[in-house]
């Protein structure tokens, strides 16, 4: 089973949420938070697999509060917002957060990101990726050629080839069926060069792997 920690400020949008999950037979909702600091206790209580973290709450927001959460290794964290792409996703992203979803999202879509984030896999499409990271990496002025000023941030030496090109499939986007149908791997395998490339990149999410991969110029 899925446990899944739903933390968002409106009671019936937490039973909202609640319904939709209870439609999916390997997902269990063990917990509800109206606030951050709420949500970060109960993470460390109840060690979710996800918690579907509204970003705009009272008190602690979701963005110090996905940073907590995965900074301690507590779940990991799917925004959910009203908002597409705005400044609170882009904070919870650069916290940590495996990815984000519009509220409005329909039962299945909701489902299924909560099955590719319990399962190690972003869950934002991978058009949208490619300008959210486009957004995160950018820095305040471009060049001609669009690409970032200054010096290109060096990758870690222990890298090996392959994993340099998991991280250029990361910086487009891709899910880790994708990546395994671009490298001619199996899907774990796919799952596990992520898993070091993120470890040596000192990094907790795909997202993050992502921005890294463009600041070296690979994507």
Known sequence: MIRVLLADDHAAIRAGLRMLLA?????????EAGDGAVAVANARALRPDVVLMDVRMPGTDGVTATRQIVEEGLSEVLVLTTFDLDEYVFGALRAGAAGFLLKTAETTALVDAV????AGDGVVAPEVTRRLIAELSAPPERNGGGRRDGPVRPLPADLTPRERDVLAGLGCGLSNAQLAAELMISEATAKTHVSRVLAKLGVTSRVQAAIAARDAGLA
């Open 23 to 31: 439609t999916a037979d390997d997902i269990e909702v063990v917990g």
């Open 115 to 118: 099955r590719h984030v319990a």
